[in-house]
C-alpha cells in the first residue's frame, strides 16, 4: 500500500492527464528536476514504489515492458517520476 504523499501524486496526474486528453507522459529520472515537468513526486527510494506508483496510475493499461523500462532506474540512491505535458 502506498503512503499518502505518493497516492497523492497518483492522483494529481490522473487529474492532470484528464484534462490533456492524452498528450502527457511519465518520465522516469534520477534528477529531482525536468524541464518540461508539470509535476514532480516526492522522492523516491525504493524502487519497488516506482512499480506500484506506475500501477495506480496505470491501472489495467499497465504492462510489464514498463516495469522492463524503468529498470534502469533501480541504482538510482533518488528517483523522481516527472509527469510532462507533450
Known sequence: MLST????FCNEVK??????EGK???YITCEKSHPK????????KDYSI???????IYGNDYESREEYFSEQYKGCD????HFVKL
Not at 504523499?5 to 497523492?8: A, E
Not at 487529474?15 to 490533456?20: A, D, I, P, R
Not at 516506482?50 to 495506480?56: A, D, Q, R
Not at 533518488?78 to 517520476?81: F, G
Open 15 to 20: 487529474e492532470m492527464s484528464l484534462g490533456l
Open 37 to 44: 515537468s508539470l509535476l514532480t513526486s516526492p522522492t523516491i
Open 50 to 56: 516506482v512499480v506500484t506508483i506506475l500501477k495506480k
Open 5 to 8: 504523499i505518493y497516492s497523492n
Open 24 to 26: 502527457s507522459q511519465l
Open 78 to 81: 533518488e528517483i523522481y517520476l
